[in-house]
């Protein structure tokens, strides 16, 4: 293991390039990149840091939508993933040609997809969002009394409708993560700790974000954590996300969130298998980039220009 960081290090300054982690990489993946002075975050800040960081290549550690959302905001970089068969089940869950015929057959209503999907998913919408700012943005078009498709997370989407009471037609995906956590096993868990805070992530269960302190994207419930008076948090979302906030709140106790409840187990234990594909290995090998096939990301020039104008709508608002 040494010795493959030894190398990483190396080739990262060869080649002219930073690591980027996502909060879900495992531990050392984050250290890596904090300590080669790349960036651990959300994919918004993964994808802005990496456009404005001078390097001509960007290593990104997370799913595959996330470097595409990379190579849509810096064209001229090469992207490389430590692999490209990472992806997320709401981009699988929400193919193109079928979320286009659903847009179609709703012409009146404005598309919000959320970051998770595909470049050309992201073409076809009129906003990309996140999840530390969808809701801001849904009310935004609400209050212009704008009809909303919502793709593709159906628990994020159902959130929203609720927190802001607009109008919204929901498309029927999930995080295969999040959709596990359990709100009979978290309320007894609840009775043990009373003193925990709860945080959840909204792309679980509605029964689960009922029980939840505070509910908000990765970057939000780091900052409950290091916010909040309570000595104890029960976290439900992956478990790599710990990594951080333990960092930002090191004398918090911090527990996981159930993910098996009345006796039933777990698929993703709460920690999403496609992120767990980026190793120290898989990292070396993207760097090494021996066949480009493997790693490197490519969008099409018209799509990427199609996909650029609602993700710049999105930091337009945000800035
Ligand atoms: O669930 C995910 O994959 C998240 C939270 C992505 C992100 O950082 O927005
Ligand atoms: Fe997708 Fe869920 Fe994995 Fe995030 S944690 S990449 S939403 S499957």
Redesign the pocket.
Known sequence: KAESKARIKQLLKVKDAVLVA???TDPEIQALAEETGGCV??????ARFGRDHPAKTLIVA??KF?GETSKILSPDKTILMPTLEAT?S?DLGCPIETFSDFCDAHPDHTVVV???TSAAVKARADWVV???IALEIVEHLDSQDKKIIWGPDRHLGSYIAKQTGADMLMWQGE?I??DEFQAKALRELKKLHPEAAVLV?P?SPASVVDLADAVG???QLIKAAQTMDNDMFIVA??KGIFYKMQQAAPNKNLIAAPTGGNGATCKSCAH?PW?AMNGLKAIESALENKDSSDHEIFVDDTLRLDALKPLDRMLDFAA
């Open positions: 996502h909060y879900y975050s959300d994919s918004l800040e993964m997370g799913v996330m997320c709401l959320y970051a998770n996140t999840s530390s995080c993560v999040h992530h792309e994207s990765t970057s979302t992956d999403c992120m």
